[in-house]
């Protein structure tokens, strides 16, 4: 089969990237022909890595997969109006791009978020006369709207009739959650094209090793409270930090954010105002590395905004997590993230402004009144047996 994917964000950018990446060396592995058309990495410090500077148009092979990149506006994640302008260039960029991509195909893949990779993996179809197959990764504009980063409007209105659109013209509808696949079940008139094909994790988490990062950073004799990704506004992340000023007293337990995004500031300037010494930001990490800053942590918290949208999503970091076979501590009072760690084993869970109880937690597991080595040997079995990416490519 020749397939053909559409997806704004890539590898070597890091994130939920990763899973379209190896899905689709997945299916080169089992004698498909992949062809990506991406854009130049820049995501999501908004800077484009030397290899692909000064390049309007970049061609690569990676791991089997021929990778088409174009050129996009470079933006930050703290840069939204630059994003939304670098969404746009990729719709001009990637149908240019497009007449590089020769010969037949059987499918093309879109994957959105953004809202314009529809649109031209919906064109691409029609130009190769193939099937048409919309991942839906992030509900766009609801999850907006939920999370303030969109107001409601006539053009957010506007925006879902556009989606309503591209949802009637696929031949298949990917939704990369329960959540969101009841979503669409709820808004599309053919049911019958929804499937759910959740991210899973790859070999690399569930076969790491700390590989002596504990040392490398002076970590030896710390409780180390890791949060790893995105430092954004879907996330309730002060809570860690006012959570770490209750523990001030404590110095043997260290709260540290690996990562960046538009709340870092905010949440250095906490830590400043607070004189706090047991927390630390060593900003992004290589990709290659993150499994092993994941195994060297003691406890891994993640958290939601309390808002209906979260209620439906199982963020791909939920599964790098439960791969390392460490305790995780979740920020949700319920939804489909909580659903699964329940069904690995167990969840640990609070609301996410809930600074007692996550401190609680937190204690309960340095102490072992919670037997965090038992729950996080659950947690990677459960992921080996039902969440290999693999299993779901």
Known sequence: MKILIVTQHFPPERGAVRRIFEFARYFVSQGHDVSVLTAIPNYPDGIVPPKYKGKFFDYEVMDGVKVYRSWVLPASNNQPKKRMIGFITFLMTTIINSFKVK????????????????????????????????????????????????????????????????????????????????????????????????????????????????????????????????????????????????????????????????????????????????????????LESIPYFLQAGDVLVHSMKDVPVTKGSLPSKLFEYMASGKPIIYGSTGGEAVDELHKAGGALSYHCEDVDRLTELILELKTEKIDGQKLGSQYSEHVKKFHSREIWA
């Open 103 to 286: 010969g037949k195909f059987d499918m093309v893949i879109a994957s959105s978020p953004p809202i314009t990779t529809p649109l031209i993996g919906w064109i691409l179809s029609k130009l190769k006369n193939c099937k048409f197959v919309l991942e839906i990764r992030d509900l766009q504009p609801e999850s907006s709207e939920d999370f303030g980063n969109l107001n409601r409007s006539f053009f957010t209105r506007m925006l879902k009739k556009y989606m309503q659109y591209m949802y009637k013209k696929a031949d298949r509808i990917v939704g990369v959650t329960e959540g969101i696949s009841r979503f669409l079940q709820d808004n599309i008139a053919d049911k019958d094209k929804i499937v759910t094909i959740k991210s899973g994790v790859g070999t690399e988490f569930i076969n790491a090793s700390s590989n002596g990062i504990r040392q490398k950073f002076g970590w030896d004799n710390k409780f180390l409270v890791i949060y790893s990704g995105t430092l954004g506004w879907a996330h309730s992340l002060e809570t860690f930090v006012e959570s770490a000023r209750q523990l001030h007293d404590q110095p043997d337990i260290l709260f540290t954010f690996i990562g960046d995004g538009q709340k870092r500031e905010v949440l250095e300037g906490m830590v400043r105002d607070y004189g706090l010494k047991n927390v630390e930001f060593i900003g992004v990490q290589p």
